[in-house]
Structure formats: C-alpha cells, structure tokens
C-alpha cells in the first residue's frame, strides 16, 4: 500500500470529496498525473488530472483530483464504451 492516504475528489481541488482514506495499490509509487485509477468502492476508471500535498498524517490535506475516464478509440476495435457491457 501506499505511504499516503489521499482524499479523492471530482474535478477541483475544493470539490466534495468522493472518496476518502485512498491508498495506492503500490508501494513504492503514488498516483501520478495521467494515471488512471479504479477506487476501492469500484467507481472509475478515474483520470487523475491534480494533487497536492499536506502531510502525510493529513489525508484530508492530501488531496488527488480526478475526472471520469473519458470514451475513446479503443486499442484496435475503434470507438468504444467504458461503460459498454459484453455480449
């Protein structure tokens, strides 16, 4: 698990909080910019797109602001749904 905890939050650094007490799944690395992450709840895929920094002892001050992964052209089939079900 990661070293931070992180309060996750939708689009703005001061937005409401939509997940609290995130740990990354790694060890060594915290979630970067561009990473994309799925929350424990199952909500995601999530881009994160800021963060900042308070203390590590702060979750509430250590803040990752995300926004929904957006639909896209999928690696060889072209456009596709995140949200698309298998048939």
């Given amino acids: 698990m990661g070293r931070l905890v992180w309060s996750v939050r939708e689009g703005e650094l001061d937005a409401p909080e939509i997940f609290g007490g995130y740990r990354s799944a790694s060890a060594m690395l915290e979630p970067r910019l561009g ?3 799925h929350l424990p709840d199952g909500s995601g895929p999530w881009h994160v797109v800021d963060w900042a920094v308070a203390d590590r002892a702060d979750p ?5 602001v995300v926004e929904p992964v957006a639909e896209g052209p999928g690696p060889s089939t072209g456009w596709y749904s995140s949200s698309a079900s298998s048939s």
């Fill in 35 to 37: 990473d994309v992450l």
């Fill in 60 to 64: 509430t001050g250590n803040v990752l």
